[in-house]
């Protein structure tokens, strides 16, 4: 595992180790660093945990909530693991990233979902709760029939797709123009405000590659979100301060900003472990099956069931899975934003 010292994501695993180690109601003390404080009272919101209170230099954290602090209102935390669907479209990629979680390359096989069972995976998840769609992959944009696909989601649900944004001409231009504004959102993925730090791990030229689809999406009247997958060996808090900068000089809102560490996954050698036990599920169907989440759908200790049909026992078996996982875990659960 890399080394996290020095890095934001370092007070998240002290606070998954530090929570791990004690019983439900017991509160520990987590020293932090500036700006950490923040970072804390986003995790405990996320997570179920209670922040007591908190100094720049110190927070008391209990695991789990008294019973007076649940919130009297909104479904129960294991329903909302229904709450997000996410499709993998495919798994061929144009790039190779030595990062990517789902071991997507020029190499690797399409594995497409393709559109007839796009549309039934989303009638069924719309019939079942769910609140919006995420497309991935893979490249989506390698899809000679991906507007048709985007069509099949944002006829039923809010839609996100997560690209690359580095096919944006010719055939794919067109193709882009023939996809939904409204309901719909592109996600681009930028990992850096220098260059080399993006290029590192996605190939040279990268960098310019995906500035470039981003203004392309931009001028075509799209919502545009942009993620950054950040090496924490590079997160230092000058960094994420110049990223959020150069997006706000792009225009992306900060609500759209999205910054996420390397997952251990995939191609992936280090980062953070992640396992059924300490993310999150969010609901992930491949070609393959029905995955816990996103950043494991290539992985089978992450499968739930190969069969994705009827959609709803598929939620209902992660959702048992996921109360059974709380009430004997011995670590705190994760959300890894993957969007």
């Known amino acids: ?44 919101a996320r997570t179920g945990n209670e922040l007591v209170a908190a100094t720049e230099a110190q927070a008391l954290v209990r695991r ?61 998840a719309a019939e079942a709760g769910v609140a919006e769609v995420f497309l991935t992959g893979g490249e989506p944009f390698l899809l000679p029939d991906l507007d048709q696909l985007v069509h099949a ?26 996809i939904p504004r409204v309901d719909f959102t592109l996600q681009i993925s930028l990992d850096s405000a220098r260059p080399d730090r993006h290029d590192r791990h996605s190939g040279v030229g990268t960098w310019q590659r995906a500035l470039d689809g981003i203004g392309i999406a931009r001028d075509e009247g799209f919502h545009v979100r942009v993620a950054a997958t950040v090496d924490p060996a590079e997160a230092d808090a000058a960094a994420q301060a ?11 809102p900060r609500e759209d900003q999205l910054v996420r560490p390397i997952a251990r996954r995939g191609f992936a050698t280090d980062g953070l472990t992640l396992t059924v036990e300490t993310l999150l599920p969010e609901i992930t169907v491949t070609v393959d099956g029905v995955y816990w989440h996103p950043v494991g759908a290539d ?41």
């Open 64 to 124: 789990g909530r008294p019973p007076a602090a649940k919130p009297t209102a909104g479904p129960p935390l294991e329903q909302q693991t229904g709450a997000r669907l996410w499709l993998y479209t495919n798994f061929d990629c144009n790039l190779a990233c030595d990062c990517c979680c789902a071991r997507s390359s020029p190499q690797a096989a399409r594995r497409a979902i393709g559109v007839d069972r796009t549309r039934q995976l989303v009638a069924e």
């Open 299 to 339: 992985h089978p200790d992450q499968l739930v069931t190969r069969d994705p049909f009827p959609l709803r026992a598929a939620i209902a078996e992660v959702q048992r899975r996921y109360t059974d996982y709380r009430t004997t875990m011995t670590t705190a659960a994760e959300k890894f934003p993957c969007a």
């Open 153 to 178: 989601c944002v006829d039923r649900l809010p839609t996100t797709l997560l690209t690359n944004g580095m096919l944006f001409r010719g055939a794919r231009l067109e193709m882009l123009r023939r």
């Open 1 to 44: 595992m890399v080394n996290t010292v020095g890095s934001p994501f370092a007070v998240v695993l002290d606070l998954v180790e530090r929570l791990g180690a004690v019983a439900a109601g017991a509160t520990v003390d987590i020293p932090l660093r500036p700006g950490e404080a923040d970072i804390v009272a986003q995790w405990c």
């Open 242 to 252: 110049a990223l959020h900068q150069a997006l706000d000089r792009l225009g992306i």
